[in-house]
């Protein structure tokens, strides 16, 4: 089976830099995806970590460590609309499995 | 990325009612999926197809059925619906040329009174 845990709640300043934490436990790993979902709002894709090792793509990066079952995402530079919640994913047999997410909130 | 599209967006109907929700794909993605989640909590998978004639159940139980006549196509149907039934529903497809990384439609959000 697959179990991926994440804070339930997060909160930061405007223009500060945050980490979001994964861990996992999954077989059949082929890779982790983070998603932003807005309130009331489908998800929206990030990124993808396959390899061990950080991945940018702007203001924001993710990490992964295959052998620790870890991941994170960390954000530059936060603005007001990244409030939002953030899941991670991880993808084994070509399905994915959503962990609950983190509500981001951040403050002016 | 892909262009998906569900129709309705929201939905009120009364309890019995037959419905269905539309979902498409104009990318030629072979796997679909739909997605219930309510409001605050989590996804989860309720089906997916490998391509056409394919449908598999997800890891939640749901009432609906789906079809995969067309590679295109993907509705999910509720032949009687209940307030349980009340949540949002999300569309997604997965492109191969990426890790299968899914893209979500905007949803459809019904309420069942």
């Known amino acids: 089976g697959q179990n991926i845990d994440q804070p339930t709640e997060m909160t930061a300043t405007e223009g500060a830099i945050v980490q979001i934490n994964c861990t996992y436990q999954t077989s059949g790993f082929n890779g982790l995806f983070w998603y932003q979902q807005h309130a009331g709002e489908a998800p929206t894709f990030l990124s993808y970590?396959?390899?061990?090792g950080l991945e940018e793509k702007g203001r924001f990066s993710s990490f992964l460590s295959r052998s620790k079952g870890y991941s994170y995402l960390l954000l530059k530079e936060l603005q007001m609309k990244d409030s939002a919640s953030y899941l991670c994913a991880v993808t084994g047999f070509q399905k994915l499995v959503f962990g609950t997410g983190t509500r981001l909130l951040v403050s002016p | 990325e892909a262009d998906i599209y569900q129709t309705p967006r929201y939905l009120v109907i009364g309890t019995g009612k037959k419905i269905t929700l539309e979902c498409s794909q104009t990318?030629?993605?072979?796997?679909m999926y739909w997605y219930q989640q309510d409001p605050g909590m989590e996804l989860h998978l309720i089906h997916y197809s490998y391509g056409v004639n394919s449908t598999e159940k997800g890891d939640l139980s749901s009432e609906s059925t789906v079809s995969r006549i067309r590679t295109e196509h993907f509705p999910l149907t509720l032949e009687s619906a209940r307030p349980s039934h009340t949540s949002q529903y999300l569309c997604?497809?997965?492109?191969?040329?990426?890790?299968?990384?899914?893209?979500f439609g905007p949803g459809t959000r019904l309420t069942v009174l």
């Open positions: 990318m030629g993605h072979d796997k």
């Open positions: 997604a497809s997965s492109d191969p040329t990426g890790l299968y990384t899914q893209y």
């Open positions: 970590n396959v390899l061990d």
